[in-house]
């Protein structure tokens, strides 16, 4: 073992994304050399370009790349580092990664190995909890991990229950069974999905609270003892179980229970001696009880909020924590100013159940950073958000007086903001935010189900008036021409240029699935109030703002159509790129609208295809384990009528 340094002079960051960039911000604010490590995916990464130094990896998928222990400790050997801020996800929670680095003589920035394997498994660190009196979400944690034994432990806990992995994170693993006939498969799927993530399918069960509040302390210690709260933040805004909007402080709460969960929150974190920036997450019910869920034992992604709040930048405590400094303040001392809110903006499809979305960014637009307003990024326009890692494309931070004035930024912000390319969650956090019951803080983690009505309308249909914008659009933007060697001859315009007749343009556009040939006078292709706002223009693609939604309009260039092999009405495609886990359905079967037919994992989230209408099984055109990409059909399904 060599002894570790007691300064920082190069750090090395063990992660990519918005959460490199940001790390790489503080180091050079603390006069520290940062480096980064990256993928061949990230090899135009921005973090790449914005650390001093950037040190690659190979490889592309995670386990080839930021996963790998020996070439992450490698690279940290060979730029000098004295020190390694993990990040959140890939290594930040990995004891044996923190403990091979000390081995080597370099500072983890993140708790003791010991802490990390305490908060390891839910199931063990419920146990611990147990008996640091922190209370519990009744269920069960044991060793046993037959049927039975959960099926007894359900019954006795009460319907319905939810099933964890021990070894989870990231809403892998997890599966509610509403009542005892689910709850056979509910465990099944939520161990399969357990094993592919996380190696480990380990199971523990718990009471689901119906409609409880997501509620997190931040905590902090240092190596002398001294563990502080910052207070909390409130998480409640989710789909799939995961974080898409949280907030500082959780609206409503009294000084008394802020301080209680402060309290227990620390109790936790002393009772596994606790060193540095940690989480402990608690589910809130209606009557003010609280229950420990789990401790994170890293930084957070939503940690801007409580930064906004305090005025404290987490990540320079980390690093001084992690040379051994004494935490600078008194509980009493700990800023609390105004209020927060974060959201997350995610390549996904909001409609189509929350799936993670890749491709290019054809068109991006973030918003201005200044006084109250946070950017949290790492991608440029033109980039490509990979399916190798977390879809999220941007965290916009607004911080006002009190809970109001900042929704309202964050508004602002939002409506700065534009994704063309891919698909997003734009809209839906533009109408999560506007909803009067978001406003008045009537928030749980069932708010986006319970509002799904008003956050995830259907799609409305494209009227005469959009279609016109969108071909004002074209004709505003750039002009068209036909004749590149004359370009201003009236005669090589193909705008419909008429000598003597009132001149006319007839695009040929196409929408998603519907196409429309659209006739504008020119006349009139800059006069007049729009429907559909113009978002931005990149080559034969129009971005549009319409009814609170964006679209993507294309200019079809008629002599190049029929191209291009597109899954008919009998034939289901695969929603995303992924893996074929099950296939639940053979060829000749009779099916029924909405019955699961095959089962796909992309992201560590299993997916399951379902039948768009009742009809047969004409063929499966997709094998188990095989990978297969968006767009690619899975199964041939006949109409019932059609059927022999
Ligand atoms: P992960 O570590 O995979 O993110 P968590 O245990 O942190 O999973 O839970 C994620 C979310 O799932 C919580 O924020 C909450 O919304 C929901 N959840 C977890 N446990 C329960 C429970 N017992 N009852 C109701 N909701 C729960």
């Not at 209020?339 to 159940?353: F, M, Q, S, T, W």
């Not at 994704?419 to 009537?442: C, D, E």
């Not at 590149?484 to 008429?498: C, K, L, M, N, Y």
């Not at 893996?579 to 095959?598: E, M, N, T, Y």
Request: proline share 5%; glycine share 8%; aromatic share 6%.
């Amino acid at each position: 073992m060599k002894p570790l340094p007691q300064t920082v002079a190069t750090l090395l960051i063990a992660n990519r994304g918005e959460i490199a960039c940001r790390i790489i911000r503080t180091a050079r604010a603390m006069g520290i050399r940062s480096v980064a490590i990256y993928s061949d995916a990230d090899a135009d990464a921005r973090h790449v370009h914005e650390a001093d130094l950037a040190i690659p990896l190979g490889g592309s998928k995670p386990a080839d790349s930021y996963l790998q222990i020996d070439k992450v400790v490698a690279a940290a050997l060979t730029c000098g580092a004295d020190a390694v801020h993990p990040g959140y996800g890939f290594l930040s929670e990995n004891a044996a990664f923190a403990r091979r680095l000390a081995l080597e003589g370099i500072l983890f920035i993140g708790p003791p190995a010991e802490a990390i394997e305490a908060m390891g498994s839910k199931s063990a660190a419920k146990a611990l909890m147990e008996r640091a009196g922190v209370p519990l979400v009744p269920g069960y944690h044991g060793q046993a991990q037959d049927l039975s034994t959960f099926a007894d432990a359900a019954q006795r806990i009460g319907y319905p229950v939810l099933l964890k992995a021990a070894a989870g994170g990231g809403g892998k693993g997890m599966k509610v069974a509403e009542c005892a006939a689910e709850l056979a498969p509910a465990l099944d799927s939520a161990r399969r999905e357990a094993v592919a993530a996380f190696g480990d399918g380990h199971m523990l069960v718990e009471k689901y609270l119906v409609a409880p509040r997501h509620v997190e302390i931040q905590v902090f210690a240092d190596a002398h003892g001294h563990c502080l709260y910052l207070h909390e933040r409130d998480c409640s805004i989710q789909r799939r179980h995961q974080k898409v909007l949280e907030e500082a402080p959780a609206p409503g709460l009294d000084a008394s229970l802020r301080q209680a969960m402060g309290e227990a929150a620390v109790r936790a974190a002393q009772a596994i001696g606790y060193v540095g920036a940690g989480t402990v997450e608690f589910l809130l019910d209606g009557e003010g009880r609280f229950y420990f869920m789990e401790m994170n034992t890293r930084l957070q992604v939503e940690h801007p909020v409580t930064e906004a709040i305090t005025g404290l930048d987490l990540v320079a405590w980390q690093i001084r924590v992690a040379r051994g400094e004494a935490l600078p303040l008194t509980q009493a001392q700990v800023p609390l100013f105004g209020h927060a809110i974060e959201v997350r903006l995610y390549a996904e499809d909001p409609a189509g159940g929350f799936l993670p979305a890749s491709g290019q960014l054809a068109l991006y637009r973030e918003p201005a950073a200044g006084p109250g307003r946070r950017v949290d990024s790492a991608v440029r326009e033109g980039d490509v958000i990979s399916p190798f890692y977390d879809p999220m494309i941007a965290k916009l931070i607004a911080w006002g007086e009190n809970r109001e004035e900042a929704r309202l930024r964050l508004l602002a912000m939002l409506a700065e903001t534009a994704v063309g390319g891919i698909k997003s969650n734009l809209a839906l956090l533009q109408r999560i935010l506007a909803t009067p019951a978001f406003a008045a803080s009537r928030i749980d983690t069932g708010f986006i189900e319970r509002h799904a009505d008003a956050l995830l309308p259907a799609p409305p249909a494209l009227t005469e008036a959009f279609w016109h914008s969108a071909a004002r659009a074209f004709l505003r933007s750039a002009p068209l021409v036909a004749c590149e060697q004359d370009p201003h001859s009236p005669w090589s315009a193909v705008t419909g240029w008429r000598q003597l007749m009132p001149a006319q343009a007839t695009l040929d556009l196409r929408c998603g699935a519907q196409s429309r040939l659209c006739t504008v006078a020119l006349s009139n292709a800059c006069a007049g109030p729009d429907e559909a706002r113009l978002i931005g223009r990149r080559g034969d693609v129009v971005y549009l703002q319409w009814q609170g939604d964006p679209y993507e309009v294309a200019l079809v260039d008629s002599l190049a159509a029929g191209t291009g092999a597109h899954a008919s009405d009998d034939s289901l495609a695969a929603p995303m790129n992924g893996s074929i886990v099950r296939l639940l359905v053979s060829p000749g079967q009779q099916v029924a609208l909405g019955d699961g037919l095959v089962v796909l994992e992309a992201m560590k989230m299993e997916h399951t295809v379902r039948a768009n209408r009742a009809g047969v099984v004409q063929a499966l055109c997709c094998e188990e384990g095989e990978m297969v990409s968006e767009g690619r059909v899975l199964i041939e399904l006949q109409e019932a009528e059609h059927a022999a």
